[in-house]
């Protein structure tokens, strides 16, 4: 029997599997239905809460339907198709600028936060003031069942389409799962809504696009990466942030990955791939995820790890879908329910500036700078300086002109995410900066030196020397 037949047999045989060709294979494009319209009774879930209209922007929501393959490892450790082209129907929503002549060109695809069982822009949380200034678009991609479930719940006229089903009777319920529905749709479904993205199906004048995803999301980005990238090849980089999870499988059956196993770490790509650890992150998996930096032209990396920072910090928690849509799901989503003021440790700047050099590096081969890792003892425990801040990673003037000591957990119910802060007494602060000018002048320093270095953007700088010039230190 010839190859090309028996590969027609494998296909026709339910249950089989399909090895996935290593090649870049054509990827479809789903069809869309929208924009849907907004009402006085009918809304998207998790609308801005950033008044877009001042800035020129639009919001707008989408039906996406299409077919998506289910994938697994088989015992070599090869992708394969556990079941084909299952139909499916999900949402994103779409942030741009009003006017197209205004659009940059830039898209950043985002997989929704799914752990708290709702749908969570947190790239746009984190990062809403870079793709605003930059005239980016944002696409925030409904990514797991559980969070349709919520969306069906929230407005079921708007959402009752909305289907993400298990065809094998499968009875796991990894990646957000349940008794019938499949989350490992989504692989397929995020690869076709980038490929839409570039066919100017949605928005004209794409050049590239990005793909991103925060906490959970990110961890599924990873995923993404090793084993569906290789064969979907859509997108043109990848920023992944703050992956504090373990290994994720492929589908909601997938047999467990060992947390140590080769699959977890980041595989070469020849399109840049930025990740960065917020400290909560590097306690978490106390760095088992690390691997080398690279420049080679198949391998652009980096990965970041930045001290002081939290998973979940304050100034994210102000962007969250508002309380009414939230009552709709039964929901209180409240930040300041862990230790002491939580943590105004402004980790959305290094995602900017991780966002730009990311950019730069896949639109003009420039590669971005390199930092060290957190420091560690033989015992593996993270080393810290006489101010109980973490040594090493990534350094900026909240760690090295420290005004407090920034914890990357917290106690409580819920809160190992929560990163919180104790400040110095007014006495510390004397002894570290004898006068307000002495402690201004260091942070301008610092601030300089690493827009310079690319690390902040000069709005961010500016913003971080304005912020130290207002501060208390010392009163």
Same mark, same amino acid.
């Given at each position: 029997?010839?190859?090309?037949? &028996?590969?027609?047999?494998?296909?026709?045989?339910?249950?089989?599997?399909?090895?996935?060709?290593?090649?870049?294979?054509?990827?479809?494009?789903?069809?869309?239905?929208?924009?849907?319209?907004?009402?006085? &009774?009918?809304?998207?879930?998790?609308? @801005?809460? =950033? $008044?877009? &209209?001042?800035?020129?922007?639009?919001?707008?929501?989408?039906?996406?339907?299409?077919?998506?393959?289910?994938? $697994?490892?088989?015992?070599?450790?090869?992708?394969?198709?556990?079941?084909?082209?299952?139909?499916?129907?999900?949402?994103?929503?779409?942030?741009?600028?009003?006017?197209?002549?205004?659009?940059?060109?830039?898209?950043?695809? $985002?997989?929704?936060?799914?752990?708290?069982?709702w749908d969570l822009d947190r790239m746009w949380l984190t990062s809403h003031d870079e793709y605003l200034r930059r005239g980016d678009a944002y696409v925030a991609v409904t990514s797991a069942p559980n969070a349709v479930a919520s969306l069906r719940k929230f407005d079921p006229a708007r959402y009752g389409k909305l289907s993400w089903p298990d065809q094998r009777g499968c009875a796991g319920t990894a990646l957000n799962s349940a008794a019938t529905t499949e989350g490992g749709l989504v692989w397929d479904i995020f690869s076709q809504v980038g490929a839409a993205l570039k066919s100017n199906k949605l928005l004209r004048g794409v050049e590239k696009v990005y793909a991103t995803g925060y906490s959970q999301s990110g961890s599924y980005l990873i995923r993404y990466i090793n084993a569906i990238h290789p064969r979907a090849k859509v997108y043109d980089g990848f920023l992944i942030a703050a992956a504090a999870g373990g290994p994720r499988p492929l589908n909601k059956c997938s047999a467990a990955i060992p947390a140590d196993d080769p699959r977890n770490v980041i595989r070469p790509t020849a399109v840049p791939v930025i990740k960065m650890q917020t400290q909560t992150d590097f306690y978490m998996d106390g760095g088992a995820s690390r691997r080398d930096d690279s420049d080679k032209p198949n391998d652009k990396y980096r990965l970041y790890e930045v001290p002081g920072s939290g998973h979940a910090h304050s100034y994210t928690s102000g962007f969250a879908p508002s309380p009414e849509d939230l009552a709709r799901l039964g929901v209180i989503y409240n930040y300041y329910n862990c230790d002491g003021v939580g943590t105004t440790f402004p980790m959305h700047y290094l995602y900017n500036a991780a966002h730009v050099n990311l950019d730069r590096w896949a639109r003009k081969n420039i590669a971005p700078p390199r930092a060290?890792?957190?420091? =560690? $003892?033989?015992?593996?425990?993270?080393?810290?300086?006489?101010?109980?801040?973490?040594?090493?990673?990534?350094?900026?003037?909240?760690?090295?002109?420290?005004?407090?000591?920034?914890?990357?957990? @917290?106690?409580?119910?819920?809160?190992?995410?929560?990163?919180?802060?104790?400040?110095?007494?007014?006495? &510390?602060?004397?002894?570290?900066?004898?006068?307000?000018?002495?402690?201004?002048?260091?942070v301008i320093s610092q601030v300089d030196k690493l827009v310079a270095d690319r690390w902040l953007t000069r709005a961010d700088g500016a913003a971080t020397i304005n912020e130290a010039a207002g501060a208390p230190v010392p009163k």
């Open positions: 029997m010839s190859r090309i037949l &028996k590969l027609i047999c494998a296909v026709l045989l339910v249950g089989t599997a399909l090895y996935v060709p290593s090649a870049a294979a054509h990827t479809p494009i789903p069809s869309l239905s929208g924009p849907l319209p907004v009402t006085g &009774k009918s809304h998207p879930f998790n609308m @801005s809460t =950033v $008044d877009l &209209k001042a800035y020129g922007y639009v919001e707008e929501e989408y039906l996406v339907s299409g077919r998506a393959n289910v994938y $697994d490892y088989d015992a070599s450790g090869q992708v394969v198709v556990v079941r084909a082209a299952v139909p499916y129907t999900n949402r994103i929503l779409v942030r741009r600028p009003a006017d197209r002549n205004e659009f940059s060109g830039t898209v950043v695809a $985002d997989i929704n936060n799914m752990t708290n069982g060290d890792r957190i420091q =560690v $003892d033989a015992a593996g425990q993270t080393v810290l300086d006489q101010h109980g801040n973490a040594v090493g990673g990534v350094r900026t003037p909240w760690v090295d002109l420290p005004t407090a000591t920034y914890y990357p957990t @917290s106690t409580g119910a819920n809160c190992a995410l929560f990163g919180h802060m104790a400040p110095f007494s007014q006495s &510390k602060l004397l002894e570290l900066y004898p006068n307000h000018g002495a402690y201004s002048r260091a």
